[in-house]
């Protein structure tokens, strides 16, 4: 699978690593991984410096608890398809509204090859 490295290069440390780690690996708990740290990289709701991050649980809503919107929302898909390989269209967004639904999808998507 072929990504831009300005994708990758634009990535925190941490996403970075995890994405590394899933290309080796291409297992479930390695893509969890990669995520939860792309998530987390492109979460518009940042955390202030000082304060404890809210967990990224599976039932965090992409919009209501992670502020993602429609825009940002088509971002995310992008990185998803550039890292990943899996293309998320418009009508797959509409039926993601959780991380949980994001991976499942993402895990649907990969295993069908």
Known sequence: MSHSPDTLSSLSPSAR?????????RD?????LAL?????????NRVPAGQAPDSLSGESRLGADLGY???LL???AL???DLFGVELST???RGISTVNDL???????????
């Open 69 to 71: 919107d429609s825009l």
């Open 79 to 81: 990185l998803v398809e």
């Open 91 to 93: 009508t797959d967004l």
């Open 28 to 32: 479930a708990a390695a893509l969890d």
């Open 36 to 44: 939860c740290a792309l998530l987390e990289h492109h979460r518009p």
């Open 17 to 25: 690593d995890a994405h590394a780690h899933w290309s080796a690996r």
């Open 103 to 113: 991976r499942t999808h993402l895990h649907t998507r990969l295993a069908a090859g």
């Open 74 to 76: 088509a971002e995310l």
